[in-house]
Structures are given as structure tokens and as C-alpha cells.
């Protein structure tokens, strides 16, 4: 009697489990970004219907309420509500590090820092809201102050700009000047980023040993001695050289001079027969009298573009005393050069478009 009453009891559990799990309900809405899921139920029944909304800080797609029903087949109706974030204006200052976007979406986070040798003064950080603001502005970045530096033993210091008050802020600099004629064992200092001031040099005597030649050029109005820290001297080229660099050097804290300047060779037109196009000028190379291009000097040669039947300019530069010679230039024959002289292609119709100088490598003259 025992085992049938527990078969019947068993027997009950089942019916009612099939009878409560045949009726057909829908689960909480398929949500898309932005809405509004607070007041939504875990289990809806058939036919419950449901407003659906964006939640705070997004905007909707359409402008009358989104309403979906459960199914019988416990699935929801569909909706075509999309919700927008609202985006926060992003400062102009800070576009660029934005990679030139103008806008941030709801819930976008700006993170700020500041270079090495400022300080942030504001908060580190700025969150977009629901209402499209920001909830902090923009913090400063302010340089790091150090204090006044101090000058050299038998020296002083000559700051970039005029000082008030009794820092400096960083990226500030000065130089270091010694009595004398002494020279410091560095010249410049500098307020650094971590709030302090370049230590001062030691001032000592400093001389540069005589100063050398150059080829191709001399030494104007020197003594040829040692000489004492800043002393300078002045170079020049001989005739048809070309100085390169500074012409007056110095004699640095090292003991040693600042560089010297080269004197760079003029170049020779290397063709016998042809016409050239130089200092603004269009002459036949017999008339190129001396045959003399300076350095770093344009020289323009003619080529022949045989397809069409027409000339086109070839520019070449001299370089210490190197003028190459265009690849696609052809000197004329002496008979040609002499008799038709009119069919070389500096003295035909130029071309409508030139040849790009890639298609026309240089040659050693």
C-alpha cells in the first residue's frame, strides 16, 4: 500500500510539471545599447505588452514610444527604437590629441597628463554626462619652478629673457659667463623638469692652439698664435672657390676651435660641341669663356626626345668640381654640329611635356 501511494504522489509531480510547462511565456526583451532596462520583469506572459524607451544620456531613433508584445510562440514582436549616445564637445585645445575628432559619446572618459616639466592643476580626468557636458573642465598645465640659479666662482650668468621674482620656470635658459681670460667648463644652463637649476660651471683657462689652413683658401688678418677663449679668426677661398659654412670660427671652451669652413672647386662643362642654358642665358659652349661653373651652379643641357621629334631641358648642378653630364645628351658630330646645327635639339621645338629627371640619370662629365 506504501510503494502505490508514493507511485501516485510521483505520478502527480509529473502531470503538474507538464501542465505548468506547456503554457508558453517570453523572457526579458532583447536589449540593444542604450535602453532603458530598469523597469523591465524577468518573465512576461503571452500577450503582456511592454513600452520600451532609451535610457538617460541616449537619444531615440524615433519620436512616438516603441511598444513590442510577448507571443504565443514566446518570442517578442520586433522594435526599430535605436538609441544614440549623446555626445560631449570636445575642446578645440584638444582636438588634436584626439586625432581630430570634435565629439566624445556618453560615457567617454578624457584622461589628462602634462609633459615632463609642467604640472597638472585641475583633475586628471573628465567624464561625458547624459546632458551632453563634461563634469570637469579641461585642467592647466603650469611649468615646474626652480630656483634662481647660481653663478659661476669669478663669473656670472646672462638669462634669455629679463627675471621676476625669485624663480625661474621650466624650459628657462642662460649662459654662463667667466672673468677674463678664464672660460667656464660649459656655457649654458637651464631650469630642468624636475624643479631644479643647472649647477655652476668651474671657470679655467682655456686657449686654442693655431689655427689650420684650408685647402684651397687662407686666413684673413690673423696672427698665427695661440689664442684665448672667444678670440675668433676669418677664412676666405682663392679665386672661383666657393666658401662653404661659416666663415669665422672661434675658439670654444674646449680649447678647441668651432669648425672650419671648405672651400669647394668650380667645374668645367665636359662636351666639346652643344648648346647650354646658364646664368639665365642661352650660349653655345665654344662661347662659355672661361669654361667656369661655380659650385652648387646649375648648368641646363638639351636632349633629344626621338619618338616625338622635340627637345627637352636637362638641368645638371655643379658640386666641387663635379658637372655630370645627363645620361640622354648626345653630342653632335662635328659635321653636324658645324653645317645643322638648327636640327640639334636645343634649337628645335621644345616638348609640350619634359621627360621626368629619373628617366635621364647623370653621367660623370
Same mark, same amino acid.
Given at each position: 500500500m506504501m510503494a502505490s501511494r508514493l507511485a501516485f504522489l510521483l505520478l502527480c509531480h509529473v502531470v503538474l510539471y507538464t501542465a505548468v510547462t506547456s503554457v508558453k511565456v517570453c523572457g526579458r526583451p532583447p536589449l540593444t545599447n542604450g535602453i532603458d532596462d530598469s523597469n523591465l520583469k524577468r518573465v512576461y506572459e503571452v500577450g503582456e505588452e511592454v513600452t520600451i524607451t532609451c535610457g538617460q544620456g541616449y537619444l531615440p531613433s524615433t519620436a512616438t514610444p516603441q511598444r513590442i508584445s510577448c507571443t504565443a510562440t514566446g518570442e517578442w514582436t520586433q522594435s526599430n527604437l535605436a538609441c544614440s549616445p549623446k555626445m560631449c564637445p570636445i575642446p578645440r585645445a584638444l582636438q588634436p590629441l584626439?586625432?581630430?575628432?570634435?565629439?566624445?559619446?556618453? /560615457?567617454?572618459?578624457?584622461?589628462?597628463? $602634462?609633459?615632463?616639466? @609642467? =604640472? !597638472?592643476? #585641475?583633475?586628471? %580626468?573628465?567624464?561625458c554626462l547624459h546632458d551632453g557636458t563634461w563634469n570637469n573642465p579641461a585642467p592647466l598645465c603650469k611649468a615646474v619652478n626652480c630656483p634662481l640659479p647660481k653663478p659661476p666662482k669669478d663669473g656670472r650668468i646672462v638669462h634669455d629673457k629679463p627675471l621676476t621674482g625669485t624663480t625661474t620656470m621650466y624650459g628657462q635658459s642662460w649662459t654662463y659667463e667667466c672673468s677674463p681670460p678664464k672660460a667656464p667648463s660649459y656655457e649654458r644652463g637651464s631650469c630642468m623638469a624636475d624643479g631644479s637649476a643647472t649647477e655652476p660651471p668651474e671657470c679655467r683657462e682655456v686657449s686654442c692652439p693655431i689655427p689650420a689652413a684650408i685647402e684651397n683658401?687662407?686666413?684673413?688678418?690673423?696672427?698665427?698664435?695661440?689664442?684665448?677663449? /672667444?678670440?675668433?679668426?676669418?677664412?676666405? $677661398?682663392?679665386?672661383? @672657390? =666657393? !666658401?662653404? #659654412?661659416?666663415? %669665422?670660427?672661434?675658439?670654444?671652451?674646449?680649447?678647441?676651435?668651432?669648425?672650419?669652413?671648405?672651400?669647394?672647386?668650380?667645374?668645367?662643362?665636359?662636351?666639346?660641341?652643344?648648346?647650354?642654358?646658364?646664368?639665365?642665358?642661352?650660349?653655345?659652349i665654344e662661347d662659355l669663356k672661361p669654361n667656369r661653373v661655380l659650385h652648387r651652379e646649375p648648368v641646363v643641357f638639351y636632349c633629344l626626345n626621338k619618338t616625338e621629334s622635340c627637345g627637352y631641358p636637362v638641368a645638371s648642378t655643379c658640386n666641387d668640381g663635379t658637372l655630370p653630364i645627363p645620361e640622354c645628351f648626345e653630342e653632335p658630330g662635328k659635321m653636324t654640329y658645324t653645317l645643322r646645327s638648327k636640327t640639334l635639339p636645343s634649337e628645335i621645338e621644345m616638348c609640350d611635356a619634359f621627360p621626368s629627371a629619373t628617366t635621364n640619370p647623370a653621367r660623370p662629365a
Open positions: 584626439a586625432m581630430g575628432k570634435t565629439e566624445a559619446p556618453f /560615457k567617454s572618459v578624457l584622461n589628462f597628463t $602634462c609633459d615632463d616639466g @609642467y =604640472v !597638472l592643476q #585641475g583633475p586628471s %580626468e573628465s567624464r683658401g687662407f686666413i684673413t688678418f690673423a696672427v698665427m698664435r695661440q689664442h684665448g677663449y /672667444k678670440e675668433k679668426v676669418q677664412y676666405a $677661398c682663392n679665386e672661383h @672657390y =666657393v !666658401l662653404e #659654412g661659416e666663415a %669665422e670660427i672661434s675658439c670654444q671652451n674646449t680649447g678647441n676651435w668651432s669648425s672650419k669652413p671648405v672651400c669647394r672647386a668650380p667645374c668645367t662643362v665636359g662636351i666639346k660641341r652643344g648648346r647650354i642654358f646658364y646664368n639665365a642665358k642661352k650660349i653655345w
